[in-house]
């Protein structure tokens, strides 16, 4: 089955404890990309890649790292969590680009106490 | 970052009802998508828009693209249970894709 999976799905941890949120796809795309989620804000980009080893930040890049080492992994690396990182967030995947339909993983609900 | 006017911000509506929601920026945009996001899961592709005046429809979906291209329509006609969720509008930016608020729409049966 076609899917963007993302681990863990629930966290909670402390401000200061790095974490990692895993997104894997199995769909060969060239594109992924991290989102934040928040009321009233919509979905907001983190950071994308086109390709292995290329990424680029999006629109709220700060505090957030990526790597895209493999094509199918895009994990999301929190060095330093604050409680204003406290979110739900989503990996999505697409063929090529950004414009091409992007496939969405199920969501990590992170909460920094 | 920039985004996407979206109204209404939410709609409470009878079911069999029709349903239109719009998104509009101050800046001039190739694309424009619209998603769906079910409880508890991630948003899905309903339409894209690549063309000023497009008229799209998906089912009892139907998406225009403005002329001016800086608005977008989306309309749902003769509402059903399923159709709850938040509906979202997108652009995409080179290569960055910007959300708008989202419209939540809950559907009395």
């Known amino acids: 089955e076609a899917q963007v999976t993302q681990n863990p799905r629930y966290l909670i941890t402390v401000t200061g404890k790095k974490l990692t949120v895993t997104c894997s796809q199995n769909?060969?795309?060239?594109?992924m990309s991290w989102y934040r989620q928040d009321p009233g804000l919509g979905l907001r980009q983190i950071y994308y890649s086109m390709n292995v080893e290329v990424t680029d930040k999006g629109d709220v890049p700060e505090g957030y790292k990526v790597s895209r080492k493999e094509k199918r992994n895009f994990p999301l690396i929190l060095e330093s969590p604050s409680p204003n990182q406290t979110s739900l967030y989503f990996c999505?995947?697409?063929?090529?680009?950004?414009?091409?339909?992007?496939?969405f993983g199920p969501g990590t609900r992170l909460t920094v106490t | 970052g920039q985004q996407l006017n979206q109204s209404p911000q939410s709609m409470f509506i009878q079911e069999g009802e029709d349903v239109s929601m719009n998104c509009t920026s101050s800046s001039i945009f190739n694309t424009w998508l619209w998603y769906k996001q079910d409880p508890g899961e991630g948003p899905v592709l309903l339409i894209a828009l690549y063309k000023a005046g497009e008229l799209t429809s998906n089912g009892r979906l139907t998406a225009q693209f403005g002329i001016t291209r800086k608005d977008s329509f989306l309309n749902i006609s003769a509402s059903i249970p399923s159709d709850v969720g938040i509906y979202f509008c997108a652009h995409a930016r080179a290569q960055k894709l910007v959300f708008g608020q989202g419209t939540r729409l809950t559907i009395n049966p």
């Open positions: 769909m060969n795309h060239e594109y």
């Open positions: 999505a995947s697409s063929i090529l680009q950004g414009t091409d339909e992007q496939y």
